[in-house]
């Protein structure tokens, strides 16, 4: 499997779309179900910016790093 990464302000983050992504937006949004997270049309631009942070945040912890934005 080959990772993905994203370019931000010149610097490359890992990003990861896993399990553990969906049980830390789960976390920060309330969500407790799947079905409350498939539905994309339900989300806000809040709750999109929300799960790319957990999936870049993911992705830097199995490369070895601690994301460094907020």
Not at 16 to 35: C, V
Request: charged share 25%.
């Amino acid at each position: 499997m080959t990772a993905e990464y994203i370019n931000i302000e010149g610097k490359d983050y890992r990003v990861s779309h896993s399990f553990a992504t969906l049980s830390m937006f789960s976390q920060l949004t309330g969500r407790k179900t799947l079905e409350q997270m498939e539905r994309f049309e339900g989300m806000s631009p809040d709750d999109l910016m929300a799960m790319m942070y957990c999936a870049i945040y993911m992705g830097e912890k199995l490369d070895g790093r601690v994301l460094e934005i907020e």
